[in-house]
Nanobody, 131 residues
């Protein structure tokens, strides 16, 4: 069973940057599509960015497009989310998730994904933005 651990969260001023990492243990992420999701207080979990297993295909929610960048290093079994230009509406618990569906490995394509389709989750890391 793959276990995911996020790190890199914290408090940052509006306009600042953070880099989140999601490291896997107990298995390899190499064949999984991956995503970053977030959940604010009283809100549903929503997709932020996703990446196909090779990194060739990426997707960004409109709210973060141009500010966030998802990437992965399969040799290190790690996925990253570089967040620049953080805004007051970005604070949430950020989760990484792994999608084991074979279809996405075969096609090496990945886009927006409903949270309920994700197979493995990390414990989340809190992002707070001060104005």
């Amino acid at each position: 069973q793959v276990q995911l651990v996020e790190s890199g969260g914290g408090l940052v001023q509006a306009g600042g940057s953070l880099r989140l990492s999601c490291a896997a243990s107990g298995g390899t992420l190499r064949t999984y599509a991956m995503g970053w999701f977030r959940q604010g207080p009283g809100k549903e979990r929503e997709v932020v960015a996703t990446i196909s297993w090779s990194g060739r295909s990426t997707y960004y929610a409109d709210s973060v497009k141009g500010r966030f960048t998802i990437s992965r290093d399969n040799a290190k079994n790690t996925v990253y989310l570089q967040m620049n230009g953080l805004k007051p509406e970005d604070p949430a618990v950020y989760y990484c998730g792994a999608d084991t569906a074979v279809y996405y490995y075969a096609t090496d394509q990945y886009g927006s994904r409903e949270p309920e389709k994700i197979d493995y989750w990390g414990q989340g890391t809190q992002i707070t933005v001060s104005s």
